[in-house]
């Protein structure tokens, strides 16, 4: 067993499957719902915990009631919850979710942590003891910075998840040894996937990939370029199969090189987007990483 820590978001996550989006004042009625702690890190953690590995999520949480059903969905799932922010009274990120029920595809508004930036004074010192390997999701950066920076100087690997660019995340980014970014990760100044491998190079990061959904992963190791397949499959739900692929990543790089790590975080992601929302697919059959 190995011990992550997922560093970033945590929010609670209604999720309702619809036939179709609602048009302008027209109100719908979902076919399906569920209820789900969420984020990126989040997620993340619960896959690699789900893959019999020690998870624990390093966010701002409080005492808004709200926070009951959240943490009560992380305990069942064994993920244990450091809280940055426990005298918080204010609700925690809320995010309301549309799965199209016809492509899988999600719509998803949520405030993130805009209005809950942490800094470094609220990390417990003893957080990075006997981990194995951490996870920055940048949305809490100056707390991701210095986990980042501590776990360098401990030769603990760090892993990015770049899903969307953030202010200052040039400054962690910096000390990754692993970058698994989306398509729609765009530092100041690239347009094209091309210009992201090169900024992130650039940063000193050997192993790099760029995720694209059902669409080839692009990868960068040690100079070396490359594509790698991603298993097809009826999509039914996307919701959260980058945060479960970071998470299956995690948990493949700690046993096999980068190509095979892709290689295998491709299946469980892809495995997770055939079944509804972001915990049944850890009640079937489970891929082999």
């Known amino acids: 067993m190995k011990r992550g820590l997922f560093v970033g978001l945590l929010t609670l996550d209604l999720i309702y499957r619809i036939e179709h989006l609602p048009a302008r004042n027209q109100k719908i009625v979902a076919s399906d719902y ?58 925690p990120p809320v995010s309301s979710i549309l799965i199209t029920e016809a492509t899988g595809e999600r719509a998803v508004v949520s405030i993130n942590t805009v209005k809950t930036q942490l800094t470094a004074d609220s990390i417990p010192v003893d957080c990075l003891q006997n981990v194995d ?21 401990h030769n603990i690997p760090v892993v990015i998840d770049g899903g969307s660019w953030k202010s200052g995340f040039e400054t962690v980014l910096s000390l990754a040894d692993y970058a698994i970014c989306s398509a729609s990760f765009r530092p100041p100044g690239c347009r094209h996937k091309a210009e992201v491998m090169e900024y992130l190079s650039n940063l000193g990061i050997a192993h790099i990939a760029i995720t694209q959904g059902e669409q080839p992963i692009h990868y960068w190791n040690h100079n070396q370029r490359g594509q790698i397949e991603v298993p097809p499959v009826k999509a039914v739900d996307t919701l959260g199969a980058g945060d479960i692929f970071h998470g299956a990543f995690c ?10 790590a892709l290689e295998a975080a491709a299946r469980v992601a892809a495995h997770s987007c055939q079944f509804f929302g972001t915990r049944c697919w850890m009640d079937k059959n489970r891929v082999e990483v």
């Open 133 to 153: 390997i951490v996870l920055i999701d940048g949305h809490q950066m100056e707390v991701g910075r210095a986990i980042a920076q501590r776990a360098k100087a």
């Open 251 to 260: 948990h493949a790089i700690l046993q096999r090189g980068f190509m095979d």
């Open 34 to 91: 569920t209820v789900a702690a969420g984020g990126p890190a989040t997620n993340a953690a619960v896959a690699f915990c789900h893959l019999e590995n020690s998870a624990t999520v390093l966010a701002a949480v409080g005492t808004h009631p709200i926070t009951h059903l959240i943490l009560t969905d992380l305990q069942q799932c064994g993920v244990t919850v450091v809280d940055l922010s426990p005298a918080r009274t204010e609700p």
